[in-house]
């Protein structure tokens, strides 16, 4: 009977990922510096032998956006179609991939027919290195650095470093002026563990760039 069950779900499984064939699997997309969306268009076809009717696509995200070229839905036999995806930048970076799952109607919400990858590079215009600085507990309180590195047009600086813990003591040391800093990081003592916050606020005319945030801990040494 278990065989019987995994041989039908795998069945139905072939034929609903024939109805809707994209182009492609995975669908690739460069955003500028300083674009908010990022829209692309994927097309695909009805490779099914009966006409069907989309009832839904979705990212699980509010960050992404899907429609279907002239809000059509129903597509009949060997048709073709384009849906629109577009993916709301805010504050990510690097590289971000979105699934966007399709329902025909009669799929079961757990299982839709078709699912294509949305993947978007996005620039990094100011990295830390590392973003966490780590002290062993009872260690020496040296200090540590997290180099700031800027990949901008413009040169930008570092106006402000907070940190929320008042065990830790900040400095700003220029590497290479508007291009490179270090933030140097100094526990007053190691006795107790905790994680401490530290905020990197830069003059960069970006708004989503303008706060990076680093940490700092002191840890128990792994046994």
């Known amino acids: 009977m278990k065989s019987f069950a995994f041989i039908f779900f795998a069945l139905t499984t072939f034929l609903h990922a024939g109805s809707v064939k994209f182009e492609k699997d995975l669908y690739e997309a460069h955003a500028g510096i300083k674009e908010e969306l990022v829209t692309r268009e994927f097309k695909f076809t009805n490779t099914s032998e009966k006409t069907i009717k989309i009832r839904d696509a979705d990212a699980g995200c509010t960050c992404v956006a899907v429609e279907f070229l002239g809000r059509k839905t129903t597509y009949a036999t060997g048709e073709s179609g384009v849906m629109r995806v577009a993916f709301k930048v805010e504050n990510a970076q690097g590289t971000v991939d979105k699934t966007v799952l399709v329902w025909l109607e009669g799929d079961p919400d757990e299982k839709p027919s078709s699912q294509v990858t949305f993947r978007i590079q996005i620039p990094t215009a100011i990295t830390l290195e590392p973003k966490t600085l780590s002290w062993d507990l009872n260690s020496k309180p040296e200090p540590k650095s997290i ?37 140097r990081i100094t526990p007053k003592s190691t006795a107790t563990p905790g994680l401490c916050l530290i905020g990197i606020e830069s003059d960069i005319d970006i708004d989503k760039y303008q706060r990076q945030q680093g940490f700092a801990r002191i840890v128990s040494p792994a046994k």
């Open 147 to 183: 180099r700031v590195k800027i990949d901008y047009e413009k040169p930008v600086r570092i106006k402000k470093i907070s940190v929320s813990n008042e065990n830790y003591t900040s400095e700003i040391i220029p590497v290479e002026e508007g291009k490179s800093y270090d933030v």
